[in-house]
C-alpha cells in the first residue's frame, strides 16, 4: 500500500502545482510552450500577460487536466480567494460578505456572459458549458462597479460553432453519484449558428451518515437539472447578436447551497435557541427533565466523527422557477464598437431544515417554566402546574423569490492605435422576497398564544422581507501609449443605488420566562407555554433607514418600511511599463465601492438599527508579468485601505443600571488588507508542466470598539441567584435559576483579523503528459495547503478553523483523433478533514430567552462554548467518460 510520504514524493516528482495559473498550456501531446490565453477582463480581448491587473483564469480544458469542478476547487489554485459552499458567500483578499440577508450585497461581483448575478453558482457550471473563468482581484470600480470593492468573477460560455459539434460525458463516482451531460452546436443557416446543451447531476447518498433510524444521510445528495440554448447571428458585417437562455431546477435532499457541510463538536447544546425555546441535549440528560425520547441516541454522535449526525427532520433544498437570460449585441463601425449587454435572472429558493439538531423527539418537564418579571425575586410559581411535554422537532423553512435584470450599453475604440477609449452606461433592477419562519409541528400549545390572534401553523419565527434594488451608473476608461512601451490608465465611474421595500414580522414564544428580561405582554394573568412577544421586540419610532413606525395589523404581524439611497465616484489610474516583449510591470490605484444596506429577516425582528452604510476601499497594487521561456511568473503586491466593512455584531448599551446588547449591522471603521501573490507555471522539459501558486493575506481591524462578543465568557458577566423556595409542584421541588445581572463588558476588536482571510496559501500541481501512437496519457497530482482562519471578528479560539491539506491524483487518457477521453480521479486521497471558512461559536449554558429551569454551568468544563466548523467533502474517486462527434 502507498503511504502518504510517497505519494507526496511522487507528486514532487511528477510535479506538484496548481491550475488558477494565470496562462493556459497545450493539453494534449507534446507540452514544452506555455500558451498565450486571451481574456476579456477589460471588456476588450487582449492577452493575459498585457493586464496589468491580478488575474487568475481557469480555461474548460485545464480544468479537465487538473479536475477544477468546483467554485471550491478554484479557491486551491486562486490567490487569496475563499468560498462557502454552504452558505454561497466568495471572498477575494479577505473582502466579502458576512451576512445572507439579501438587502445586503455581496463584496464579489460574478458577471455571466456580461450580465451581473447576485449569486456565484454560475461560475461552477461544468466545463462542457463554461469556456473560461476569469477571476479578478482588487476592486474593479471602473468597468465592473456593482459590488466588486473586493474583485470580480467573469464567467464566459462555450458559444456556438461554424462547424457542427457534438459531444457526451457521463461519469460515476462513489457515493453512489452520476453525472450525464451532453452538448450539440454547428449552423443553422448562413450567419445563424445554435448550441444546445444539457445536465443531470444525481448523488444519492450522502457524505453524512444520519444515526437516527429510517433517516437519509445528508450533505452533497443532489438531483440538479441544467438545460441551456443559445443562438449567435451575424446580420451583414455590422451586426452581430447573441443570446442565451437556460432552465434550472434542483430537487435535492441535503446538496447544493444551505445543504449540510458543517461539523458541529462536543456534546448536545444544552443551550440550542428556538426562537426562544430551549430544548433538549446536556440539560435534558442531566435528570432535570423525565421521559426523554431520542431514538436511543442520547449523545452528539459528532463528538467523535465528524461525518455522522443526528436529524430527525430531513433537510431539503429545492430551485424552481429557475430562469437566465442573457443577450450581446455589437454595430461595428470604423476603429469602434457600439454593444449592448442584457440580461437576468428569476428563481424560486427553499431550504428545509432540522433545526434542534439532535434525535430527541419529546420529553417531559416535571415542573413547567416560571414566569417572572423583570428583577422579581423570587420567582413565582403558578399554583396547580402540571407536568409539560416538549416535543423538539423544531423545522427552519427559508425561501428567497427574487428576480433581477441589467442592461449595459458601451461604446469601444477597436483600433490599434496608442490612445484606446471606452465609456458607457449600466442600470440594475432587482425584487426579492426573503421570507423566513421556524416552526414546532407537534407543539399544540402555540396556536393560542397570550398577548396576539391565533397562530395556527404552530410559528415560533416568521419574518416576510420583500425589497427592491435600482441601480444605475456611467463610466469611462481610456489607455494612452504615450511612449514606445509605457502606458497610462485612467478610470472613472459613477454609482448610485436606491433600496426599498418592506419587513413583516411576528415572534411567539413557547416555554418562556423572563422574556427579554421579564418584559412580558400586558393582560398575562394566568400560565401559558405560549405567548406573542413581537411587540416587545420591535423598535419603537422611526430608526435610520425607515420611514415610519412599526404598525401592527390583524394577523399579529408588525411591518416597517425602509428606503436609503448610496451613491459614489470610484475609478483606477495606473502606469504599466513593457521593457521588452516578455515583460510587463505595473503600478495601479483603484477604488472600490459596496452599496448599503438593511439588516433585515433571518435573524432579526425589526430591530432598532437596521441601516448600514455603504463601503469603500482604496487599493494600491504592484506587479510584474514575465515569461522566461519555459518559465512563467506572475507577481503581484497590494495594499487595500478598506473603510466601512458592514458586519452584524452586537454592541453593548450601558445606559442604565442593567446593560442589554443589541445586534445590529455595524460598519467597522477602518481595516487594511496587504499580501503578496505569486503565480508560476514552469515547464523544464517537454511533456512535463509544474504549476505552482501562493499567497500572503495580512488582514487587521484598524479601529473598531464597543462591540460585545455573546460567546466570548470574559465578555459577559452573568451571575446567577438560585431560588430554592418554591412551591412545590409535581416532583415536590422546583428550581429556578434567576439571572439578577447581564453587565456586558464591551471590547476593542483593534488588531483582529477580518473572518475567512487565511494568511497563507499553497498549491501545486504536476501534470507530465506520455505520446502513444494511439493517444496521449496525462497524470495530474495536486497538494494544497490552507492556514488557519477565523469565522468571526472575534479572533478567539473558538472561532478559528485548523489549517489543513489535501493531495488529489489524476489520470487523462486522449485518443489521437481527440474523439474520446477517460478520466479517472482521486480528491482527497487521504481522506482529511479540510475547512471551507472559519468556525463559528455558540455558548451553551445560558439562555437570553430565559427558559427556565436552567442553570448557568460550564458545559464542558472548559469554556461552556461549542465550535462549528464548515468542512470540505470527504475522499471520493470516480471515473469520466467523453466522446465528440
Known sequence: MLSRKSILLSCACAAAAVSGAAHAQQSSGSVSTIAELVVTAEKREQSLQDVPVAISAFTSENRDLLGINTIQDMTNFTPGLQYSSQLDRISLRGVGRLSNVQAADPGVATYSDGVYTSSTVEAGKTPIFTDRVEILRGPQGTLYGRNSIGGAINVISKRPTHDFYAE???SYSNYDHSTIEGAVSGPITEGLRFRLGANWDKQRKGYYDNVVP???SEGGVIDTKYVEFQLDMNFGEHLDGWFKVALSKWDNGSGGPGARATWRRGDYNSMNEFGTLNLTGDYAYSGRVTGVDAFGVTSNPSADNARKIAADTAQTVKLDRTIIFATQWAWHGEGWDLRYIGGGTTYRYTLTSDLDGTAVHSYTIPVPPVFISAGATPCVVVPGCQPLTVYPNYISVYREDKHWFSHELNLASTDDGPFQWLAGAYYYHESYKQPVYTYLPDQVQLETPVGGPLNPNRRVFDNRPQLADRSYAAFGQIDWEFAQNWKTTIGLRYSHDHKYGDESARIVCFAIAACLGGALPEGLGSFTPAVDITGALVAPGTPEGTTGPATKDALGFYTRHYDASWDAWTGTAGLQWEPDSNTMLYGRYSRGYKAGGFRVGIDTTLGAFPYTDAEHGDNFEVGIKKNWSRLQTNVALFLLEYKNLQAPLTVANTSGALAVSESRFVNVPKAENYGLEFEGIWSPIDNLRITATYSYLH????????????????????????????????????????????????????????????RHKVALNGLYTWDFDMGSLSASATYIWRDTQYGSLFSRGYNKSPAWDQVDLRLTWKDIDNKYTIIGYVKNVFDTIGYDGGASATRRAYSRSGFLPVALTDVNGVSGLVSTYPITPPRTYGVEFQYRF
Open 214 to 216: 429510517g433517516m437519509p
Open 699 to 758: 488582514t487587521e481591524i484598524k479601529r473598531l470598539s464597543g462591540i460585545v462578543d455573546p460567546d466570548d465568557p470574559t465578555a459577559l458577566n452573568q451571575s446567577a441567584t438560585p431560588l430554592t423556595n418554591l412551591t412545590p409542584c409535581v416532583s415536590g421541588q422546583a428550581l429556578c435559576d434567576v439571572f439578577t445581572g447581564m453587565l456586558q463588558r464591551p471590547q476593542d476588536l483593534k488588531g483582529n483579523r477580518l473572518p475567512n482571510s487565511p
Open 168 to 170: 457526451v460525458r457521463g
